[in-house]
DNA sequence: CTGAAAGCGCTTACAG
DNA sequence: CTGAAAGCGCTTACAG
């Protein structure tokens, strides 16, 4: 009994699906990997299938790995992303992407924001620990220095391109996404649609005002009546929603939708056009980016906005990995042409047509 | 130059090194690793170190694990919560203090949301790839019934109570969060407190009201008086912060100060205070819970709540894991006595004294 | 103080 | 169709 039940619990191994279906942990690898270029008799196959069930065999990652020089592991360095709100999507992307490809997501966080050169320890990190591949994601950057260590071994790029435009990148369509919104408000039937810009000088405060004068030289419209800048939080939609909304205090003359930069800035928006009195969507259409969690579902009315593809990032990015780990770049993407994922909108209640019927003077001028 | 080169790039190995040295591996091995009970003269040390630094050798991490029967990874097993917002810090917690503890964080989102059974299917996973432990991180249950596949493991649980008592676990104290706050608004001088609770029944719920009747208890203060239940939404805290606020019309029986169940409560409440002229915090002061990033910052004024242990969660998992890997527990820590971790306070800007002054037949009655 | 050798659990030419 | 054997890159008794 002590010989016995001492080993009862011990990890199974092949040698012991082999031994118990009478054949050799060769044929044992055979069949559980369906190896190409190998027959093996039906006879064999179930006898080792049913010993390997029967013993509950589970191979040994590790072993594989160190076998076939492959961890089956990717990782994913997340700049300062982890802690951002709904990133978390990108991190979820690409989890479910990596188990559909058979691979585990390893992360780590890299506390440095380098803005244009990229940290290289977590890299070095994954290099450790025989990563297969490394992701790195970046809040948006335009461009990005990746460190040498990058650049021998399979990897992509999420929010920047590779300035040395060696690394596939994917990033988010903002100004077609941004272009696609007023175009959306265009089509409700506005004509004097603002623009509460941002004013820090990041890759998407530019891209999305390009996408809203995009939008509007698209319908005819002057691109730049109906702009303030302000900074890119609550705050600076109250600031930038009363200027716009004050500008001019005839119901004629002033907008009748505002597009906010992101929706925190139209959470603030939100309270400047209450104050004036005003409802939304009724009085005002007002449409935000991000399509941040909680705010633009929690807002009276819920908020119409654009998405960022996070989780397609994540996701699309092991994707894209995993086809350059086998040598075989997906949709013989370009490196150093960074894919542009599309932004969706998303409806909620916060646009309407504008109502001129409450203000006939606007058809008389 | 042919053979010469085409093995130049190749990986180094502890062979290499040696080589290099002039020594064996297994002088390597020790040196590298300091080895415990092991004598190398300071000469041989020194040429071994500065080989391996010379070759820019680093241990190939799946061989090592497959020899000591340790992958120095630990998987974290997320239940719908990477999309959950601000969870992200669990994620980071966890992160940074398995890079402390010189392992690698793997993470698997669990799909199915079981409410007291828990996905064996990402415990399963991890084991297949030699996980040295597993962490589970639930929404906040109260209890939850592991999967046999936990029970023989290194396991820790965030979030949730093991029912069988068997694995050690963290969780948020909001009881005593939620009776904190409400001490603190006791100390600014506010005796008609009112809660606005949430109308589902989750252990936050109760575990929240449970502190406020604390509070209000201990502070000799009616907790009955003023508590209205809607759902834990933006829209729930506008209704029950305008069934609070209405009762009583007069300013002087009127709640000074308003507890909501959470901050996108709180943010509806905003709106119900604003639509009766009352300001905050100078009418009427307000306290979230959550910490719910980005609205408690975002709000006009900005809100003071009670944050959510959440990279604490996840840092003091991983450490209580690891030593339980090295069969050392932590601080002897009682499986099934969960850990409650403390709340904190964020001090903003939606607390201030109440003003019996604006209203001084309060003080005649 | 140092090294030869076994072995962790697999995969894969290669031979039969 | 099947198996014996080498080897992935380490660590660790064990011997000297």
Redesign the pocket.
């Known amino acids: 009994m002590k010989t016995g039940n001492r080993v009862a619990r011990k990890?199974v191994?092949?040698?012991d699906v082999a031994a118990a279906a009478g054949?050799?942990?060769?044929?044992v690898?055979?069949v559980?990997?369906d190896?190409p270029h190998?027959?093996?008799?039906d006879?064999?196959r179930n006898r080792v299938k049913a010993a390997a069930e029967e013993l509950g065999y589970q191979?040994?990652r590790l072993?594989?790995g160190?076998?076939?020089?492959a961890s089956g592991m990717v990782g994913l360095i997340t700049e300062e992303i982890a802690t951002t709100p709904h990133a978390g999507k990108i991190i979820l992307g690409a989890q479910e992407e990596a188990t559909r490809q058979n691979l585990m997501l390893a992360i780590i966080n890299s506390s440095l924001n380098p803005a244009v050169e990229i940290d290289p320890a977590g890299v070095r990190a994954f290099l450790d620990r025989q990563a297969d591949g490394v992701i790195y994601a970046t809040v948006y950057h335009d461009e990005v220095n990746p460190p040498e260590e990058m650049l021998g071994i399979p990897a992509v790029l999420i929010g920047a391109r590779d300035a040395r435009g060696e690394i596939p990148s994917f990033m988010p369509d903002e100004r077609a996404g941004a272009a696609s919104i007023v175009d959306m408000l265009v089509a409700a039937g506005h004509r004097r649609i603002a623009f509460a810009a941002s004013s820090v000088d990041v890759p998407a405060t530019r891209g999305r005002l390009l996408g809203y004068r995009d939008g509007m030289l698209a319908a005819g419209l002057d691109p730049d009546q109906f702009v303030a800048a302000a900074e890119g939080e609550a705050k600076g939609g109250y600031e930038a929603a009363a200027r716009l909304l004050d500008v001019a205090v005839g119901a004629d003359e002033r907008p009748t939708a505002l597009f906010c930069y992101n929706d925190r800035m139209a959470m603030g928006a939100y309270r400047a056009i209450a104050e004036r009195g005003l409802t939304i969507p009724a009085d005002m259409s007002v449409v935000g980016f991000d399509d941040q969690d909680p705010i633009a579902a929690s807002l009276f009315p819920p908020l119409t906005t654009v998405a960022l593809p996070h989780y397609e990032m994540g996701a699309r990015a092991v994707a894209e990995l995993m086809g350059i780990i086998e040598s075989r770049p997906e949709h013989g993407l370009l490196p150093g042409h960074p894919t542009l994922l599309a932004c969706p909108i998303v409806h909620r209640d916060s646009v309407a047509a504008p109502s001129p019927d409450k203000h006939p003077r606007a058809s008389t001028h």
Chains 1, 2 share one sequence.
Request: charged share 20%; net charge positive; proline share 4%.
């Open positions: 990890h191994g092949i040698r054949v050799s942990v060769t044929t690898s055979h559980l990997n190896t190998t027959r093996t008799s006879d064999t191979p040994n072993a594989r160190l076998r076939i020089q």
